[in-house]
């Protein structure tokens, strides 16, 4: 789940995976891995991208549609 949101978030900034990793000083190999969920991302970046990209822990993880 976090892996589609991630490529959802992504997708609505209109961003590369090389751009939405650079925002978070991440590797677009990272990004990759997160949005075919072979990787979680950890903790403090779960932070980063709520705050980089103005949504919510629930969203990101699932908990909630918006």
Aim: proline content about 2%; glycine content about 8%.
């Amino acid at each position: 789940m976090i892996g589609e949101r991630i490529r959802e978030i992504r997708a609505e900034n209109k961003l590369t995976q090389r751009e939405f990793g650079e925002r978070l000083s991440v590797s677009q190999d990272t990004v990759s891995l997160w949005e075919k969920g072979k990787s979680l991302p950890s903790a403090e970046y779960i932070v980063l991208i709520c705050r980089k990209f103005g949504v919510s822990s629930d969203y990101l993880l699932g908990l909630k549609d918006f």
